[in-house]
């Protein structure tokens, strides 16, 4: 019977010992675990900041019909920007047809204003001269209005060019994604028989700021 007891008792202080060892070994296991599988955490960051930006280019920046004259015999000629047809009654030659383009480059929607400094009278001269200016989209919805819209706004007609500097409204929200971020500006001229001579001109100033 005592022999019986010791062994019982061994065994039971063997099964308390391997316990014991499983505990220890369970503890060390977690703790090498959480040193190579990243349990640690830590945290950096990185900031910046981004500036925003009003600004616009005139891509094409120059028209230039050269040198010419009104055809003999005739009251006018009429030149204009467009691709096609841009001279009539007259020995002008276009060299950039298109007209004036200008891009907003910048990261925000403008506001975009447009000015001459001289009437038709001023720059051309004679009997009914003509020196109007007409505003369209080079990639569709570049020019829209306050709202987003296209309501309210007068693209594609000619009317005469304004000479007050601010008051020319042409895009309430010229937009500034790449695909609908330019406009071109069309000229008709009507040059009399009558007119000036010499070496004629305007110089067209686009003003821009941050939409509403």
């Not at 950039?96 to 480059?105: K, T």
Request: proline share 2%; net charge negative; aromatic share 8%.
């Amino acid at each position: 019977m005592v022999s019986s007891k010791l062994i019982t008792i061994l065994a039971v202080i063997v099964v308390v010992i391997s316990v014991f060892s499983i505990g220890v070994f369970y503890l060390s296991a977690k703790s090498l675990f959480s040193t190579l599988s990243g349990y640690a955490t830590s945290t950096g960051t990185a900031n910046l900041s981004v500036e925003s930006s009003v600004t616009i280019n005139f891509t094409t920046n120059q028209i230039n019909w050269g040198s010419g004259r009104v055809n003999a015999g005739s009251p006018s000629a009429g030149l204009n920007t467009f691709e096609l047809a841009n001279v009539t009654n007259g020995n002008w030659t276009l060299q950039n047809a298109g007209g004036l383009r200008i891009q907003n480059i910048g990261n925000l929607n403008a506001t975009l204003n447009l000015s001459g400094t001289k009437t038709a009278a001023q720059m051309i001269g004679g009997t009914s001269p003509t020196y109007s200016w007409n505003i369209s989209n080079v990639e569709p919805s570049s020019c829209l209005n306050y709202t987003g819209g296209a309501l309210g706004l007068d693209l594609n007609t000619f009317h005469d060019v304004n000479i007050t500097v601010g008051t020319s409204f042409v895009c309430g929200r010229f937009q500034f994604i790449d695909s609908a971020d330019t406009i071109r500006i069309d000229f008709n001229l009507t040059i009399p028989s009558d007119s000036m001579t010499g070496a004629l001109g305007d110089v067209i100033t686009a003003t821009a700021f941050a939409a509403p």
